[in-house]
């Protein structure tokens, strides 16, 4: 077949006629040849290629070819070789070609590919449709390629700027595709050079064509070379950044060079054209490798400014030089947003397909310490990484982004700067942006919370109506998801986007709409703000939600018609914000008159006012709640005058017909107590006067009830007392409105008397009935909360007159407390009526907790009821364990101890007789009414102390002065205030099916204020917050100076002391609480932070224009002056709380730490008394001990130390002293308070080895010393803690060693055996002594386990399968370090016996009854066995040794102190056995000996005990 076809292609390409083989001969293959000769005008070119099978044509045609292109060049090459004029034929064939060439048609028709040539009736003589080019074949030919290449070379200036010709074909470009992909270049580095020499003189184009084509022209060894070339090109022209790295990309290079060329890219960065970027991105990304891929991405982020993308007009309009100038500047806003979007695209191939990228991004991100340096670029990279890899650099992005935004680097500008310029670029990530805003909003952390509401702000405000969409149908879910914090923020945000949004808000209505199916898992002020929304949206002034407005009538009238007291609030409270909505007073322009409202929506106000009024007549708690609605409207709101006027109008003759009675009118219903007119502050003493009708009215009340539960009738209105004070509010808040703050029309109410009876019936409550106890309760409570609701009134009051009735009325409420305490103390079971109408309190679901205390007695009314008491001391209940601290005394027999009980109980009681016979009131808060903030600033008026009073205690000059005892209960209003509002609590998600208690009852008021509202209000109150703080200063200082330095003097006033004590303490918990804000670490609320610290810096440095360091330093100091007046130890513990947080608001808070641990150790080592003089002690005292010690140890500079004093010297103290007596130099170290510093020692021991840093091989010498010293140190605590537990064995102290030993024991195998592998050849004295001690605290652990198994204490037994798995790990840890160090023979097995804390052995394991013991005996008999006689007397011998150690403090080593650890334990002179750990139920003891043929000299033998 070839034959056939490489006959017939010759003879076509000769010309000739067909001949039969027969004739063919010598003569006639000599005819060409001759006819050669004789053709003296045609070229040894054109001959061979006629020859060899192709046909040169002229002008636009092509060339043909008639046989197949590898039989074309073979042809070329033997016409050649065998030509007689070889080599010099060569030259003659090239110059033949440059001839031909000269023509640029003939030119282009050689570097187009050639056509095939058909003969008649032949359509497959050559194979294939496509054929390369001529100067293609001819280049495929070794002899001639590179004078070809030269002549191509040489040829490509001319056609240089000629740009494309016809057909769009460019000459140069054939050129260069004419060198691609050749079979061989016979000399590429030559070609090399000539191209780059090309490269510097060729235009822009053709540049680019030539570095493009580079990787597709030169071979591999040639890679190298030309990628430098192109590295130094790209530094002096920019302009190629696109074709170069695109041929850097294609170029097989080595690692460093790479490198090179990656950091020289690196640094043109920022020079590099907008549309060229995401080219550099990509090839920066993707040349990285595992070693190197973090410094390369986080040197990128650095240097990509995508702030710089979004340019100035200016700069866009030169960037878009080849656009029309009207638009340029939009064309280059859209190439800006389309070159981030590649440059994003690029990062997220990147991220996706290599994994150390994701997390090399991660790491960078994470490593930015300051919120200046965070570019926008870190947030779009985290949505990339969150929507790229679900499973792995998801959770990296969330944690990242959590902890970014809770230390305030991330802050919300660079977010909103994100959204605003990249806003297209966004969109992409939508459903990344939106998951990472639920995350937040769903964060327990309330500090991530409110950027989580500011993603979903910005997505609704700047996304399409789709995403618009997404956003309102998440925010929906949040409210209905029933979690407190999620459904406040997500309600505020629905409500912000109402506000500010609100004819996009009213096309998804019917989503918010929605939530009313889920009203039952919302508390009220929820409700309120639910309802205010869709009142917004369906009644606002342009009402584009009118579409809802007939279903949230239907809501209304259903929810005020149900009987159930819970859906009737629901009503209620929708009801008045719809009238809020409707009736709003809508202002017009500033030139233009306010336009009344409609008619039609006045008469639709007025009925639905007139609905709810109707509907909550029948029931005192609907009605009051209502006035309560009515009132936050008005204050809160302004509405439309003719509705304001509506209200107001009956609410005066009301209030005055149902509770205002005038004097000497005789009561004409049954009332059980005698009437008598109290608490009159007015001057004339008339029977003119008016009078609060409070008693006949609750008879009444009572009465009234009583018949509705003999009689179904029907519901008619009644005046009930409930109604009192939520209807004297509304009336107050409408005469603030209609006379701008004015009360003179009210102002006798402030003064006038209360028709009640004699409080002397409160001394008498034994003898009175049931009834009428819980009658005087009634009376009591009402009346504290109508003082309570007047003193909210009045109390910015400007005249000094109204000041001081103010503040009677103050004395008074403080008084009426002292009583009510005395007569629910003799009330069991009384619920008091309901003051807070909006809670679930108002229909029985929280009086569970409102049962009186009644220790004796626990009838079956308790399992329903909680105590008071029991409530009061919830907070107390951080030290479980120390209740039996005081059950327990260790060193006493049990009768004595029961003695001792008794006589405590009986000391305790007769406390309590003396100072009043009561029950606390702080179960009972939700009964009482809430006090305004503005209440507060009473607290503006100076204290009352005895240096202000005369002989007759009168006051020296006219002035309003605050008692002691109110004081105290502004302070504990304000403290339970700020508790509420300032202190962020992590939002806990309410177990399945357990009641939900509210613990908003009571701050109604306070809820509808910003914490940065009373954040304000504090910082306002904190000059006079100062003052009281200096005057109970001066008190307990002249106390101590009258007493000889002692508070508890023969003179002393116990109760002014007690009240003036707990002034202190307050008054330091309020500063705490402010100061301890989260949202000063805002940057929004720099300004509030300088201005309260501005307040404690000028008490003492008159300086105002400091820097933030300095206010604190000069705060710091101001409080410090306040530790020498003390009274108690949780005053104490207060002050070191609020040093603690001041210090952390500025600079370094390191500096203060050393005066704050001074400070802690002198209130630890000072002796608290009582004012009787008797020692504190209790529950509280150990708390606030504990809390002390702790600060104290986690301020200290060396941890390890301080746990060795206590331990080593005072506790030691403790011992040698007697029973009932304490430490000589820690007077609060006694027997009773000894769990308490056991605990803490623990903690803090076991906290301080998890801080030492993990070992290297790569350590130096010096580093592993002072590790090795400090593990040392830590393991010497360890043992002597370990072993109080032989003197102190109660079963608290052993519960915290089994707990901390165990974790002490982790820490130790994962940071300190690393240690040992490396030190044991170099410091093998330390290690073995190290090893010997710390197998000492192992093995008195493994007693402790045997104890807690013989007296089956589930408490402790709980800790013995973690603890022995830990020993267990602790002695394959140690047989791992002999074998790395060469010691692996040193270890061998035995058994030894299990023992009790005493050192006897446990004879119950040795039974047939477990049979698992049973077979792990049998499983040890397996195994090498030593003899046991020795073992036995070597433990017993080390149980001796350990009790005189705790005993004679001889364990304690001074040498430590002063870096010698080869002293730490006794020398190993003999050969001992001590246990380091368990296997099992086995124990595992180590020999450590000397040895002769070991290589380190050490052998440490290992037996199962």
Not at 12 to 41: F, I, L, M
Not at 214 to 241: F, G, V
Not at 670 to 678: G, L, W
Request: glycine share 6%; net charge negative.
């Amino acid at each position: 077949m070839m034959r056939k076809k490489r006959r017939s292609s010759v003879d076509k390409g000769e010309g000739a006629t067909a001949t039969t083989k027969a004739k063919k001969s010598r003569g006639s293959t000599r005819q060409p040849k001759e006819a050669v000769r004789e053709d003296t005008n045609e070229s040894v070119f054109s001959v061979f290629l006629r020859q060899a099978g192709v046909t040169l044509r002229q002008g636009c045609t092509s060339n043909e070819i008639a046989v197949d292109q590898v039989v074309f060049q073979k042809r070329i090459q033997q016409q050649l070789r065998k030509s007689p004029k070889y080599p010099g034929v060569v030259q003659e064939f090239i110059t033949g070609l440059e001839s031909h060439i000269e023509d640029p048609e003939s030119f282009r028709n050689c570097l187009l590919p050639c056509v095939p040539q058909l003969s008649d009736g032949d359509a497959s003589s050559v194979s294939g449709s496509f054929q390369e080019s001529l100067l293609r074949m001819l280049l495929g030919i070794e002899m001639l390629q590179t004078s070809i290449i030269n002549t191509l070379l040489e040829k490509l200036p001319e056609f240089m700027l000629d740009g494309t010709g016809d057909g769009g074909i460019s000459v140069p470009h054939l050129i260069i595709n004419q060198l691609k992909w050749l079979d061989r270049v016979v000399d590429s580095k030559e070609l090399a050079t000539k191209l780059m020499e090309l490269v510097s003189v060729a235009p822009v184009d053709v540049q680019q064509d030539i570095i493009t084509s580079l990787p597709e022209i030169l071979e591999d060894s040639q890679h190298n070379d030309i990628a430098r070339e192109l590295n130094s090109l790209l530094q002096t022209n920019t302009q190629l950044t696109v074709p170069i790295l695109d041929a850097l990309s294609s170029l097989n290079l080595s690692s460093s060079l790479l490198t090179e060329v990656r950091g020289a890219v690196m640094s043109t960065l920022a020079a590099v054209q907008l549309e060229d970027l995401p080219v550099v991105v990509k090839f920066i990304l993707h040349s990285v490798s595992a070693f190197d891929a973090y410094e390369v991405v986080n040197s990128l982020r650095k240097k990509l400014e995508l702030e710089q993308c979004v340019l100035p007009p200016v700069l866009q309009a030169s960037q878009s030089r080849m656009r029309g100038k009207g638009a340029a500047m939009a064309a280059s806003t859209h190439a800006a947003g389309s070159s981030v979007t590649l440059i994003m695209d690029g990062i997220k191939s990147a991220v996706r397909f290599q994994k150390m990228i994701s997390e090399a991004w991660l790491k960078a991100i994470e490593s930015v310490d300051e919120a200046e340096n965070h570019k926008v670029i870190d947030l779009l990279v985290l949505f990339i990484l969150h929507c790229t890899n679900p499973n792995q650099s998801r959770r990296g992005a969330e944690r990242i982004l959590k902890s970014k935004v809770r230390t305030g680097l991330i802050q919300e500008a660079l977010l909103q700067k994100t959204f605003r310029d990249y806003s297209q670029v966004m969109r992409g990530y939508f459903a990344s942006i939106l998951a990472l805003a639920q995350c937040l909003l769903r964060s327990p952390d309330p500090c991530v919370v409110p950027f989580g509401g500011h993603m979903y702000r910005l997505s609704f405000t700047v996304f399409d109506p789709y995403c618009q969409q997404e956003v309102v149908g998440s925010l929906v879910t949040h409210v209905c998801s029933g979690v407190g914090g999620e459904v406040d923020m997500a309600l505020e945000l629905l409500c912000g986007l109402v506000t500010e949004n609100p004819s996009e808000m009213a096309l998804y209505a019917v989503f918010v709409k929605g939530i009313l199916d889920y009203m039952d898992n919302l508390t009220p002020q929820q409700i309120r703000r639910l309802f205010h929304l869709l009142s917004r949206l369906a009644f606002g002034q342009q009402q584009q939600g009118s579409h809802i407005q007939d279903d949230m009538h239907i809501v209304i009238r259903k929810q005020l018609s149900s009987t159930v007291p819970k859906y009737k609030r629901i009503g209620i409270i929708g009801a008045v914000m719809i009238v809020g909505s409707m009736g709003a007073f809508r202002p017009k322009g500033k030139e233009s008159k306010n336009e009344p409202l409609p008619q039609e929506t006045f008469r639709q106000v007025t009925a639905l006012l007139e609905l709810v009024r109707s509907s909550s007549e029948s029931s005192p708690e609907a009605g009051a709640l209502y006035y309560d609605e009515l009132a936050n409207l008005i204050l809160s709101s302004t509405l439309d005058p003719q509705v304001q006027e509506h209200i107001a109008k009956s609410v005066l003759d009301d209030f005055q017909d149902g509770f205002v009675v005038d004097l000497g009118l005789e009561t004409t219903c049954s009332i059980p107590f005698p009437a008598r007119v109290m608490y009159n502050l007015e001057e004339e003493d008339t029977q003119d006067g008016i009078a609060i009708n409070l008693l006949p009215l609750l008879a009444k009340d009572i009465q009234n009830k009583g018949e509705q539960q003999c009689q179904t009738k029907k519901a008619h209105k009644r005046v009930s007392p409930l109604c009192l004070s939520p209807f004297f509010r509304l009336l107050r808040l409408c005469e603030e409105k209609q006379h701008q703050g004015d009360l003179e029309e009210i102002d006798a109410l402030l003064g006038c008397p209360l028709i009640l009876t004699d409080m002397e019936a409160v001394e008498k409550m034994e003898s009175l009935s049931k009834a009428e106890r819980e009658f005087l309760c009634h009376l009591l409570f009402h009346t504290i909360n109508w003082f309570r609701e007047v003193i909210n009134a009045f109390c910015r009051q400007k005249e000094t007159e109204m000041k001081m009735k103010v503040m009677t009325r103050l004395q008074n409420i403080t008084y009426l407390q002292t009583l009510l305490e005395r007569a629910l103390a003799g009330t069991a079971g009384y619920v008091p009526p309901v003051a807070n109408f909006d809670g679930e309190s108002s229909d029985g679901a929280t009086l569970s907790s409102t049962a009186p205390v009644n220790k004796a007695k626990k009838d079956g009314s308790g399992k329903k009821r909680k105590t008071p008491g029991k409530a009061s001391s919830e907070s107390s209940s951080q030290l479980e364990e120390m209740t039996e601290a005081d059950e327990t005394q260790q060193d006493q027999p049990e009768k004595e101890k029961e003695k001792e009980k008794e006589k405590e109980k009986e000391k305790e009681k007769e406390k309590e007789k003396e100072i009043w016979h009561g029950v606390s009131l702080v179960s009972y808060r939700q009964f009482f009414r809430e006090l305004d903030m503005e209440v507060l600033s009473v607290l503006q008026c100076g204290l009352l102390s005895r240096s202000l009073l005369d002989s007759e205690l009168h006051t020296k000059k006219e002035e309003v002065l605050l008692g002691p005892a109110e004081l105290v209960f502004l302070l504990e209003d304000m403290l339970r205030k700020l508790e509420f509002s300032l202190t962020s609590a992590p939002v806990k998600r309410a177990p399945f099916l357990k009641v939900r208690t509210d613990k908003s009852v009571g701050f109604s008021h306070l809820q509808q204020r910003s914490s940065k509202d009373i954040a304000a209000c504090c910082v306002q109150l904190l000059p006079a917050l100062c003052s009281h703080l200096e005057n109970c200063h001066n008190h307990f200082q002249t106390l101590l100076s009258e007493n000889d330095g002692v508070v508890d003097g023969p003179a002393t006033d116990v109760q002014e002391q007690h009240l003036m004590s707990t002034c202190y303490q307050l008054l330091l918990q309020v500063l705490n609480t402010t100061f301890s804000w989260s949202g000063f670490n805002l940057p929004g609320q720099r300004s509030l932070l300088k201005k309260a610290l501005g307040v404690l810096a000028e008490r003492l440095n008159g300086h105002s224009e400091l820097t933030l360091e300095q206010l604190v330093k000069h705060s710091f100091e101001y409080l410090l002056n306040f530790g020498s007046t003390m009274p108690s130890l949780s005053t104490a513990l207060c002050l070191s709380q609020l040093l603690s947080t001041v210090s952390e608001k500025g600079g370094n808070p390191s500096t203060y730490r050393e005066q704050t641990a001074s400070l802690a150790k002198r209130f630890l080592s000072q002796d608290w008394l009582t004012a009787r003089g008797e020692k504190e002690r209790g529950n509280k005292f150990n708390e606030a001990l504990h809390t002390l010690l702790s600060i104290y140890l986690e301020n200290v500079d060396d941890v390890l130390k301080a746990v060795e004093e206590i331990a080593g010297e005072r506790i030691p103290e403790l011992l040698n002293a007697a029973k009932d007596e304490s430490s000589a130099s820690w007077p609060t170290l006694s027997r009773q308070t000894f769990l308490v510093f056991y605990k803490v020692m623990m903690a803090e021991l076991e906290k301080a080895v998890r801080k030492i840093p993990a070992s290297k091989i790569s350590d130096n010498v010096e580093a592993q010393n002072e590790k090795l010293l400090t593990w040392n140190l830590a393991v010497r605590d360890f043992h002597i803690l370990v072993n109080f537990v032989k003197v102190f064995d109660s079963r608290p102290v052993l519960n915290v060693c089994l707990k901390y030993g165990r974790l002490f024991l982790e820490s130790f195998l994962k940071l300190g055996m690393p240690l040992l592998d490396f030190s044991f050849k170099r410091h093998k004295e330390d290690v073995q002594n190290l090893l010997k001690t710390i197998q000492l605290s192992t093995r008195q652990l493994h007693h402790m386990c045997g104890h807690s198994k013989i007296n089956q204490d589930t408490s402790l037994t709980n800790h013995v399968p973690a603890l022995k798995k830990s020993l267990e790990l602790f002695v394959y840890r140690v047989k791992a370090t002999l074998t790395l160090n060469n010691c692996q023979e040193a270890f061998w097995i035995g058994n030894l016996k299990n023992r009790n804390l005493r050192g006897e052995e446990i004879l119950s394991q040795r039974t047939e009854g477990s049979d698992d013991d049973e077979d792990d005996e049998e499983q040890e008999e397996r195994h090498p066995v030593l003899p046991q006689e020795e073992s036995e007397d070597e433990a017993q011998e080390s149980d001796a040794e350990e009790r005189e150690k705790i005993k004679g403090k001889e364990n304690v080593d001074e040498d430590c102190r002063g870096g010698d650890t080869s002293h730490l334990t006794p020398s190993l002179e003999s050969p001992c056995s001590r246990v380091v750990g368990t296997s099992g139920t086995d124990r595992v003891a180590v020999r450590v000996t000397r040895s002769r043929t070991s290589s380190s000299g050490v052998c440490v033998s290992l037996c199962f005990l």
